[in-house]
């Protein structure tokens, strides 16, 4: 069973060059607010495994595990759930000049798994997220959706939304 751990010391477990070890711990990657919309965990927390691998004077890290996120489908705004899987990497190396080899999430031997995990949750969710693959949204002139509607139902002619006529009427002249 994995312990629940939002920061982990990293000299404990691989205290000298050429120590590694794999963990499992729970995290919580927290909630993503992309413009007014809001996808959560559906849980507490999610598995990860962790892979630290000591090298002289650094780490190399690997965090590992699958999310399943929460929140309204983009193209119909129905509950969609979606299972992502997360595979990221770090190297710290204290005292390197170049910043690929400092990781932003360990500070004197100390991970930060939690912000680690969000960051890596959030690059790797997909440009949409959606309840199906096959979404097809909602009516542009009614607003029902689409998914389960009937094709003709929504075949509302060419005069346009229908509540746009009253401004069809103004004269600006």
Same mark, same amino acid.
């Given at each position: 069973?994995?312990?629940?751990? *939002? /920061?982990?010391?990293?000299?404990?477990?691989?205290?000298? &060059? #050429?120590?590694?070890?794999?963990?499992? %711990?729970?995290?919580?990657?927290?909630?993503?607010?992309?413009?007014d919309v809001t996808y959560g965990l559906a849980g507490e927390a999610t598995t990860a495994r962790l892979d630290v691998s000591r090298a002289h004077g650094g780490y190399a890290l690997r965090l590992r595990f699958t999310a399943h996120l929460? #929140? &309204?489908? %983009?193209?119909?705004?129905? #509950?969609?759930?979606? #299972?992502? *899987?997360?595979?990221?990497?770090?190297?710290?190396?204290?005292?390197?000049?170049?910043?690929?080899?400092? /990781?932003?999430?360990? /500070?004197? *031997?100390?991970? *930060?798994?939690?912000?680690?995990?969000?960051?890596?949750?959030?690059?790797?969710?997909?440009?949409?997220?959606l309840c199906r693959p096959d979404c097809a949204g909602l009516c542009s002139v009614c607003g029902a959706s689409l998914n389960d509607a009937d094709a003709a139902d929504h075949e509302h002619g060419s005069g346009g939304d229908p509540r746009w006529d009253k401004l069809r009427e103004l004269r600006l002249d």
């Open positions: 069973m994995a312990q629940r751990a *939002d /920061s982990i010391d990293l000299a404990r477990i691989a205290p000298a &060059p #050429g120590d590694g070890k794999r963990v499992d %711990v729970d995290v919580l990657p927290g909630e993503f607010s992309y413009g929460e #929140g &309204p489908c %983009v193209r119909c705004l129905e #509950g969609a759930a979606m #299972g992502i *899987d997360v595979d990221a990497r770090e190297v710290e190396q204290p005292g390197a000049a170049d910043e690929e080899l400092r /990781s932003p999430y360990v /500070s004197d *031997d100390e991970l *930060d798994v939690r912000a680690w995990a969000h960051d890596a949750l959030a690059l790797a969710m997909p440009p949409q997220f």
